[in-house]
Structure formats: C-alpha cells, structure tokens
C-alpha cells in the first residue's frame, strides 16, 4: 500500500488536480475516458443514495472527491492515504476528508449509513483485502456500495505506476451479505455496481 501511497502524492505535486486524469500520455483519450466513467460511477451512487437515502456517507478512497462532491448526505466523509490527494478533495467537497489507512478506518463500528468504494478495492492485495473488508463491515450500519472491475482480468506483477498492482477480487464472496441490487457500466468500462444490505448483518451472516 506504501508503493501506491507515494505514487500518488508524487503526481498530486506534479500534476495538481489534474493528477488522476492523465493517465495514459494521450489527453485526448484521458478526458474522454475519465468523463464517461465519472459519468456512470456517479450514477451507480446516486441509484445506491435514492433507495437507502442514508444520513451519513463513507467513501472509502475518496481520492480528489470525484463522487463524494456529489453526495447528498447530513454526514459525508472520505478517506484517502494521499495527502496531497487530500488537499484537493477538501476543496471540492463539502464534508470531512481524513488521512487513513483502508485497514485501519478511525471510525467507531456501524457510524455510517451507507459506505462505498469505487476502482479502490482492485488495488488492494490479496492478503489484505479480507482486512479491509472487514473494516468497512464494521464501520458501516445499514448499507455498503462497491463501484469496482468485474474479476475477468489477471493481476499484473508489476510496479504500480506500470499498471501493475490490479487484482481481481469476487466482491460477493468478499462480502458474503445480502444483494440489494447490481448495476453494470458499459462493457468497455468492465466494472460493476453492488449494493449490500447488512440489516441482517451479525449472528444471522451466510456461511
């Protein structure tokens, strides 16, 4: 996780806000790509916020507050490990952003409605994810949102800032909770939406 930590505070003091937009070297291509996958990623979330209409709201990786600013929520926060990410996000959200680590959430168990996660989890090894999982489970009291790519890719190893660090996680299995919806982006997007229920949560969660 430090690999990715420094790889982006690095391109937040080159590129500014502009940091997670160009990509690939081709602009052109980059703004094109990251308008339409914003596009669909605030979709899926405002779908997630109009059926569970929670108080408060988590995002976990909130990155520079693409989704988040968008929120409608009392309570919003986000968590990121970049904090020159940071700096950027809390301009231009209106809530609270906090340096943490994904495995550690400084947060009490079931403080937030609904929490959720975009293209964050795929970058999350396998002998962590579970960790993170489980942390987002506990911090969350009705609702989880995972916005990530379908697991129909092979991992990558190779450095992070070479396109590496991609990991193919089954989020359902991941989770083991009750499905409320699924939600698919366009196939060139190769990601999907999955909102999690855990009213159920505790003495009654599936083997």
């Known amino acids: 996780m430090k690999e990715i930590r420094d790889y982006w505070e690095k391109r937040a ?3 500014g806000k502009s940091a997670s937009t160009y990509m690939s070297g081709n602009k052109i291509y980059d703004v094109f790509f990251n308008t339409l996958m914003t596009f669909f990623h605030r979709r899926h979330l405002r779908a997630a916020l109009q059926s569970c209409k929670p108080l ?8 520079y507050g693409r989704l988040l ?9 986000g968590v990121d490990i970049s904090l020159n990410i940071l700096h950027f ?4 959200c209106k809530g609270a952003v906090i340096l943490a680590d ?7 168990s079931k403080s937030f409605d609904l929490t959720y996660t975009c293209v964050v989890l795929q970058h999350v090894p396998y002998d962590k ?3 993170v999982v489980n942390e987002i489970k506990r911090v969350t009291n009705r609702h989880i ?3 990530e790519p379908l697991p129909v890719f092979k991992h990558k190893d190779r450095p992070y800032a070479q396109g590496g660090y991609l990991f193919p996680h089954d989020y359902r299995k991941l989770f083991n909770l009750p499905i409320s919806w699924n939600l698919r982006s366009p196939k060139f997007l190769r990601d999907e939406a999955i909102l999690f229920s855990i009213n159920t949560y505790g003495n009654k969660m599936r083997d």
Do not use: D, M
């Open 145 to 147: 949102l995972v916005i």
């Open 102 to 108: 994904t495995q550690y959430l400084p947060f009490r």
């Open 69 to 77: 600013s968008t929120a409608n929520a009392s309570l919003k926060v």
């Open 56 to 63: 408060s709201v988590l995002e976990v990786g909130c990155g």
């Open 129 to 131: 994810i579970g960790a």
């Open 89 to 92: 996000a809390k301009n231009k």
């Open 13 to 15: 003091r080159v590129h």
